[in-house]
């Protein structure tokens, strides 16, 4: 991401905001969309399957959800998230989805516009975040009436495109293509601001009457100053705790980039932040020797690229790709389809239950179905047992491993499987528990497994261990609001940490936190984070009394 030295801002006196979102992707559009006036209601002509939730629900018909007891109504449900907010709706919008079924929704949208809290939608791209930047031919993971956001049927924005009774899968343009015109469609446009980058956001305390520095100026984390325009400001970091009174305030700086890449700073007070960032933004790395260097990647395009540009080719030596999800599955199939040979690693046992191919219906996933049944058929061990005079050679680790280095050829036969039909890629082979020791100068990769190494001379690797957030904009990245605040922020390992059924984070009164920041990585349940932040901002606002508008944002 370009940085920029913010050395003069647009306005003397930026304004305030209630609520400024980061992020543009499905979690912040959901979330512009609750607090733009659009309410849930009962549609009082269905009937929920679950008999208990749906009591609850008639003995509150006459109230949105927003304004309901979300504790109360998520106790007892069970689903595919952790979150009980992101189940909740889950099973509100599509009921009984994880047996099969589709029934309809037991929403229905009301808007009052006298309900609309003013906000902005800061995102680097047009609406739809990081699917715009996605491989439009692959096939997403979830249904694509599971990617649909409220008020609007993904199939009418798709012409009723089906590709199959058992399949109704979409691709990343598809998807992103819906996003983009929900936007429109639900009049959110007002609320968004395209092509903006934070680059900063810290919190600034409101003093007692009376009190602050001078001129009205407030002091950052950082201990710069800022000209605030609205009262006195006392900046103590994170120690300031909100006094009941809306004592805090966050600053958020960045820029926006223009026609001819200019970027144009800006400035906004908001009393409440929402991190909707995602989690795409930094690749995991090993950690291992040699991972910088020129043919060692971190994103499955990087392959497609080089297949593209003629690269790669069936006599190229092996790609090596790391990882047991479905991104290094969708490089396996990119890989054998080009009939590229491929050496897949990974640090998992075959039978963990927690590797995603044994979460997957087969008749949904046939493909990663059949990259899993690779994985299996086609172990080292299996191609080893094969054609003994080809496998490739173990070695002590305390043998050199440069002169022990396997030839190109040994990988072209030894790739052979005897037991492969011809669905499968012969030349595949897996290297089940074990994991990468270091990269060479010369494309050779040293692999670990069972106490002996293994040596091979590779053309490219691709390192696909999952993605990590980049938090950059936060003081210490915001490491401190984890669950465990001595190691950075993961969605699997460390999300952040908030309150379950409002989404404000533990530590940090004000600052949201949303999809998979918190665990939540699929579109069906990030939604719930949406739910949480609008009804806990709605009760938060009309608690204080303050007026509601549904005014326009013309703050950048």
Same mark, same amino acid.
């Given at each position: ?39 849930? @209601? ?43 907010v ?91 293509? @819906?996003?983009?015109? @929900? ?6 446009q ?33 201990g ?14 994170v ?9 805090a ?5 960045? @820029? ?24 795409s933004?930094s690749p ?18 990087d ?37 590229i ?40 061990t ?34 052979m ?12 082979t ?89 665990g ?22 009309k ?14």
């Amino acid at each position: 991401m370009p940085l920029l030295e913010e050395t003069t801002l647009p306005q003397e006196h930026p304004p305030t905001l209630p609520v400024v979102i980061i992020g543009n992707g499905p979690s912040g559009i959901c979330l512009s969309y609750l607090l733009s006036g659009y309410k849930p @209601y009962l549609d009082t002509g269905t009937v929920h399957p679950n008999p208990i939730l749906y009591r609850k629900l008639q003995d509150t018909k006459h109230l949105p959800i927003t304004e309901q007891d979300l504790e109360y109504l998520s106790e007892g449900l069970e689903g595919r998230s952790r979150n009980p907010v992101a189940v909740l709706f889950d099973t509100l919008l599509h009921p009984n989805a994880d047996f099969g079924y589709e029934f309809p929704p037991v929403l229905q949208w009301r808007r009052d516009k006298q309900q609309h809290i003013p906000h902005l939608v800061l995102g680097r791209a047009t609406p739809g975040g990081a699917w715009h930047a996605m491989e439009g031919s692959m096939l997403t993971i979830s249904l694509g009436i599971w990617m649909e956001l409220p008020g609007v049927n993904y199939r009418d924005l798709t012409n009723g495109k089906r590709r199959d009774v058992t399949n109704d899968r979409a691709t990343p343009e598809e998807i992103s293509s @819906y996003y983009r015109n @929900y936007v429109k469609l639900m009049g959110l446009q007002k609320n968004f601001v395209d092509n903006t980058y934070v680059t900063s956001v810290q919190k600034l305390c409101r003093g007692h009457e009376g009190e602050g520095l001078e001129n009205g100026h407030m002091e950052r984390e950082d201990g710069g100053v800022v000209d605030g325009g609205n009262g006195g400001f006392e900046g103590t970091g994170v120690e300031c705790e909100d006094n009941g009174g809306g004592g805090a305030l966050w600053e958020v700086r960045g @820029y926006q980039r223009v026609q001819n890449d200019t970027h144009v700073p800006f400035s906004l007070f908001a009393e409440n932040v929402v991190m909707a960032t995602g989690a795409s933004d930094s690749p995991a790395r090993l950690g291992v020797e040699g991972e910088e260097l020129p043919f060692v990647f971190h994103s499955i395009s990087d392959l497609g690229l080089a297949v593209s540009r003629s690269k790669l080719d069936p006599n190229s030596d092996p790609v090596l790709i790391v990882g047991a999800g479905l991104s290094a599955a969708d490089a396996v199939l990119c890989a054998c389809n080009s009939n590229i040979t491929v050496l897949h690693v990974f640090r998992k046992n075959l039978d963990d239950p927690d590797l995603i191919f044994k979460q997957l219906p087969k008749t949904l996933y046939p493909e990663y179905h059949k990259v899993y049944h690779m994985m299996c058929s086609q172990t080292h061990t299996s191609v080893a047992a094969s054609s003994a005079p080809n496998r490739p050679q173990t070695v002590s680790i305390a043998s050199s491993v440069c002169a022990k280095m396997c030839s190109k050829s040994q990988h072209a036969t030894s790739n052979m499987a005897a037991n492969g039909g011809s669905n499968l890629f012969t030349d595949y082979t897996s290297f089940p528990e074990h994991c990468v020791v270091s990269f060479q100068a010369d494309k050779k990769c040293l692999l670990q497994g069972n106490n002996t190494l293994k040596a091979f001379k590779i053309s490219m690797a691709l390192v696909l261990i999952g993605t990590n957030p980049n938090l950059f904009f936060l003081k210490g990245q915001g490491q401190y609001l984890g669950l465990d605040p001595a190691k950075p922020i993961s969605c699997k390992q460390n999300p952040i940490d908030i309150h379950p059924y409002t989404f404000e984070c533990t530590k940090e009164p004000g600052l949201f936190a949303m999809g998979p920041l918190m665990g939540d990585n699929f579109v069906r349940f990030l939604k719930g984070g949406a739910l949480g932040i609008a009804s806990c901002l709605l009760k938060k606002f009309k608690k204080k009394g303050m007026l509601i508008s549904n005014g326009g944002n013309n703050f950048i």
